[in-house]
Structure formats: structure tokens, C-alpha cells
């Protein structure tokens, strides 16, 4: 189940690193300040696709978490 929740990872990862990073450049708050403010939000995105790509992989797998399959 780790190697799918790291393929997930690197897609969601980057998907949510591209949101945030719109997200800092359509602010204008926020865009003001962008050539601090873009790594911070590209680092928050790829943190928060970790703990949501493990939820995601367990419900590829089934729900089953990352014990052997019983037949």
C-alpha cells in the first residue's frame, strides 16, 4: 500500500501545490508579497497531499489498511 499512496502522492502533491500557488497569485494580499509567499503555499500543498494520498490509497485498496489480503 506505500507504493501506492506515494504515486497518489506525487499526483495529488502536485495538483495541490498548483492550487495554492493560484491561490497566492490571485490574492492580492497574498501577491503582494508572492516571492515569499509561493514556496510556503507550494510546501503546504505538497504537505497536505500526504496524510489525504494515504486515505486515498486505502480506499483503492478496499479500505483494507496494509495488511495481507485474506482469500
Known amino acids: 500500500m506505500f507504493k501506492v499512496s506515494i504515486l497518489v502522492w506525487i499526483?495529488?502533491?502536485?495538483t495541490l501545490a498548483g492550487i495554492s500557488l493560484i491561490v497566492v497569485l490571485m490574492v492580492p494580499?497574498?501577491?503582494?508579497?508572492?516571492?515569499?509567499?509561493i514556496p510556503y503555499a507550494v510546501a503546504v500543498g505538497f504537505a497536505l497531499a500526504m496524510p489525504l494520498s494515504y486515505f486515498v490509497a486505502t480506499q483503492i485498496r478496499g479500505g483494507q489498511g496494509g495488511g495481507a489480503r485474506k482469500a
Open 29 to 37: 494580499s497574498f501577491a503582494a508579497d508572492a516571492i515569499r509567499n
Open 11 to 14: 499526483m495529488l502533491g502536485t
